[in-house]
T-cell receptor, first 114, second 116 residues
């Protein structure tokens, strides 16, 4: 069975500082990995995904994520945080070898403080 | 959020009421999803429709009944709900959800449901 873990419920970072939101996964085959963001009173918005190829994936709003197969991780990063980045972030995984649904983590709330 | 729309945005209902949630996608996708989002819990997949056929039903109580009349519309019919069913219900769509698909899902804004 596939699963994804986001070990931090809350991440606080000062504006202008780099941010990292952690994600680890477990699949039986090779993973498809996704990051979504949810702003208050909104649905989830797609940020970026890893399918294959370059381990560093760049996405929307200056976010990027690094796929690390040995550590089964896909941490979300941004070099310089903005107050407007404050939101709920979800990591999701799908095992590409099976007809399985997308599995989401429980989410990490990011607060960027001015 | 014109890609996937949901109505109503807010709904308050009693346990004996019958109501329906509506979702419409304008993206030309062939798969649609219902998710339940509760506080402090992971997103729960409820139903998946691919090409208007239900392909996933994750042990959802029968008081939730989905309907997909065409690839652009998805409904969730609600009947005799319980207070613990209060949550944000999210609709999503994607292209080609079958084996090996890596296509991302596009979400609507959700319906905030409160069951009294």
């Amino acid at each position: 069975a596939q699963s994804v873990a986001q070990p931090e419920d809350q991440v606080n970072v000062a504006e202008g500082n780099p941010l990292t939101v952690k994600c680890t996964y477990s699949v039986s085959g090779n993973p498809y990995l996704f990051w979504y963001v949810q702003y208050p009173n909104r649905g989830l918005q797609f940020l970026l995904k890893y399918i294959t190829g370059d381990n560093l994936v760049k996405g929307s709003y200056g976010f990027e994520a690094e796929f690390n197969k040995s550590q089964t991780s896909f941490h979300l990063k941004k070099p310089s945080a903005l107050v407007s980045d404050s939101a709920l972030y979800f990591c999701a995984v799908r095992d590409f070898s099976g007809n399985t649904p997308l599995v989401f983590g429980k989410g990490t709330r990011l607060s960027v403080i001015a | 959020e014109t890609g996937v729309t949901q109505t109503p945005r807010h709904l308050v209902m009693g346990m004996t009421n019958k109501k329906s949630l509506k979702c419409e996608q304008h993206l030309g996708h062939n798969a649609m999803y219902w998710y339940k989002q509760s506080a402090k819990k992971p997103l729960e997949l409820m139903f998946v429709y691919s090409l208007e056929e239900r392909v996933e039903n994750n042990s959802v109580p029968s008081r939730f009944s989905p309907e997909c009349p065409n690839s652009s519309h998805l409904f969730l019919h609600l009947h005799t709900l319980q207070p613990e069913d209060s949550a944000l219900y999210l609709c999503a769509s994607s292209q080609d959800p079958q084996r090996g698909s890596y296509n991302e899902q596009f979400f609507g804004p959700g319906t905030r449901l409160t069951v009294l």
